[in-house]
């Protein structure tokens, strides 16, 4: 079937480490990309997409993903995460057609 | 500008039941999607309305509908509510339904079936 993977469920990581989330998709064709970051109590909200381009795209806060097709992947990325990086993180892909398929998420805990 | 609003906030509601949720999208936006959030499932789309007609929708059974009024808010129905129905429902609104359009999210309705 196809779909969006995160494999990574709980990532933990101490302020100023490295992040690099993992996103899997298994749409053929033209796909558009995002990831959308829910921080606690708060709405869903868009990170950063890529259409087409330059396949490394820079989004908010200082986050950036890069789409590598041979890998279906498009993973994010930050050089150094701080505890407001505390969020839940969703890669969403639309194949074509214009429903967002959503991974399950991967819960991001940055500790002081 | 007011952003996507939803109710209610939380719902309690029992095996069988009826429900509806209400969504209002972003002033402008024509498109609204609904998306359900169980847990440990990630966001599963449920339904595509744009400009008053569904568009598409997700693998859900059919008693789960809904429908969007002229001034382009929608409600969601669940009938015969099961107890995995259990979850944040969550809407989302763009500019038309198009790929390059962000959908922007509401806060949720987070329901309950005992």
């Known amino acids: 079937a196809q779909s969006v993977s995160q494999h990574n469920h709980h990532v933990i990581l101490s302020e100023a480490a490295s992040l690099e989330l993992g996103c899997n998709y298994s749409y053929g064709g033209t796909v558009n990309l995002f990831w959308y970051v829910q921080y606690p109590g708060q709405h869903l909200q868009l990170l950063l997409k890529y259409f087409s381009g330059d396949p490394l795209v820079k989004g908010i806060k200082g986050f950036e993903a890069e789409f590598i097709k041979s890998k279906f992947s498009f993973n994010l990325r930050k050089p150094s995460v701080q505890w407001s990086d505390t969020a839940e993180y969703f890669c969403a892909v639309i194949p074509g057609a214009n429903n967002l398929f959503f991974g399950t998420g991967t819960r991001l805990t940055v500790i002081p | 500008e007011a952003g996507v609003t939803q109710s209610p906030t939380h719902l309690i509601k029992t095996r069988g039941q009826q429900v509806t949720l209400r969504c209002s999208p972003i002033?402008?936006?024509?498109?609204v999607y609904w998306y359900q959030q169980a847990l440990g499932l990630g966001l599963q789309f449920l339904l595509w309305?744009?400009?008053?007609?569904?568009?598409n929708r997700g693998n859900f059974p059919p008693r789960f509908s809904g429908r969007q009024f002229p001034n382009y808010s929608s409600e969601l129905n669940v009938n015969a509510l099961e107890l995995e129905d259990s979850a944040l429902y969550l809407c989302a609104s763009s500019l038309r339904g198009s790929s390059y359009n962000e959908q922007f999210f509401g806060p949720g309705t987070r329901l309950t079936v005992l």
């Open positions: 309305y744009d400009e008053g007609e569904e568009r």
């Open positions: 002033s402008g936006h024509t498109s």
